[in-house]
């Protein structure tokens, strides 16, 4: 037992515990979107202010769990890189990825968005005016060689061309926001508690969701959609958003923005296999090779070592 203990506290020092978890939140994200999809014609903008405005009240209160952190008064500088991780990290890239998730699979979805790690890795490089490294555009070849597999076959079979390659195009940008959302939450961290990053760059989200959703949208139809759309959205805020959120923070704020999206490689594994058991998804040869691919190429990826960031425990957190 004692050994077993020790180890899960290395994991939870070191953060990678914080990472897994962060990816499992995440990886079921598209599952909970699909069965809405399923349940009811609700689109995208309607079902993503459904998960903001469920999230909200759990991101203030994360705000205000966190204010005996509070290390030092938020600057006009803070709040406007808070207001810039809220718009590309779950305003912007989850709308694009709802988006995308109306015309392709949850797996292929997955297996797009995981190549963030790779762009974390380009913009951190881009920051730093340093050159990548051989190994490292051998390793992101291979991800995006392994994404063509999976692409081109799901393009073939499908019978859809137009609509993959549209989903496809809102995944990756996706991808690309929420890579922005990643570099920028790893420079956030040396000035604030991850769990009060947390809790204001997702109320920034949740906040600029429903004014978007308020201007667009008709807001008499929330009356009549399914319990089952409200289940999953509820899911979602909790499990797919603010944990994610929270846990995705620590994992940095002890790891680094890099090693954080590289120990996500369980990500699109969990939700391929969600895929197929509770949406009834095929998987091919051709996705579990791409899949493969992908995964060892993330897994290539050598990271730099972070800067200095502010370290915390849990206890710290909970103070």
């Known amino acids: 037992m004692k050994p077993m203990h020790a180890l899960l506290q290395r994991y939870v020092q070191n953060g990678s515990l914080f990472a897994v978890l962060a990816a499992l939140g995440f990886s079921f994200k598209a599952i909970f979107v699909k069965l809405s999809y399923v349940a009811s014609d609700v689109d995208a903008i309607t079902l993503l ?38 718009l590309f990290g779950y305003y912007l890239a989850s709308l694009f990825d709802f988006y995308g998730l109306q015309y ?35 390793a992101m070849g291979i991800c995006y060689v392994g994404l063509g ?57 949740s906040i600029m969701v429903l004014a978007h959703y308020l201007m667009v949208a008709d807001t008499s139809q929330l009356a009549h959609l399914p319990a089952a759309v409200w289940a999953n959205a509820g899911l979602m805020a909790v499990f797919s958003t603010v944990m994610p959120i929270y846990w995705a923070a620590l994992a ?13 490689n369980l990500g699109p594994v969990l939700t391929m296999l969600a895929s197929w058991a509770l949406l009834n998804e ?38």
């Not at 797996?107 to 050159?131: D, H, M």
């Not at 991808?175 to 809790?199: I, P």
């Not at 002890?254 to 999206?261: D, F, H, L, P, S």
């Not at 791409?290 to 425990?313: D, I």
């Open 49 to 86: 202010a459904l998960r903001m405005g469920l999230s909200l009240p759990l991101f203030l209160w994360l705000v205000w769990f966190s204010r005996q952190q509070a290390s030092a008064p938020l600057t006009w500088g803070s709040v406007m890189r808070v207001l810039l991780l809220g």
């Open 149 to 205: 597999v999976a692409f081109v076959h799901d393009l073939s079979v499908s019978g859809l061309g137009n609509q993959v390659i549209l989903g496809s195009l809102w995944v990756f940008a996706s991808a690309v926001a929420y890579a922005l959302y990643y570099s920028g939450t790893g420079m956030m961290l040396k000035r604030m508690s991850s769990m009060r990053l947390a809790g204001l760059a997702g109320a920034a989200s």
């Open 104 to 138: 392709i699979s949850a797996g292929l979805e997955r297996l797009i968005l995981f190549t963030y790690p790779t762009l974390v890795l380009l913009f951190q490089a881009i920051a730093l005016r340093e050159r990548p490294t051989l190994r490292t555009l051998a």
């Open 252 to 264: 940095i704020q002890r790891m680094g923005a890099t090693q954080t999206a590289a120990v996500g």
């Open 282 to 319: 095929t998987i091919s040869t051709y996705q579990i090779a791409g899949l493969a691919l992908v995964l060892f190429g993330v897994s290539r990826l050598k990271p730099g070592k972070p800067k200095a960031e502010p370290q915390s425990t849990m206890a710290d957190e909970a103070a």
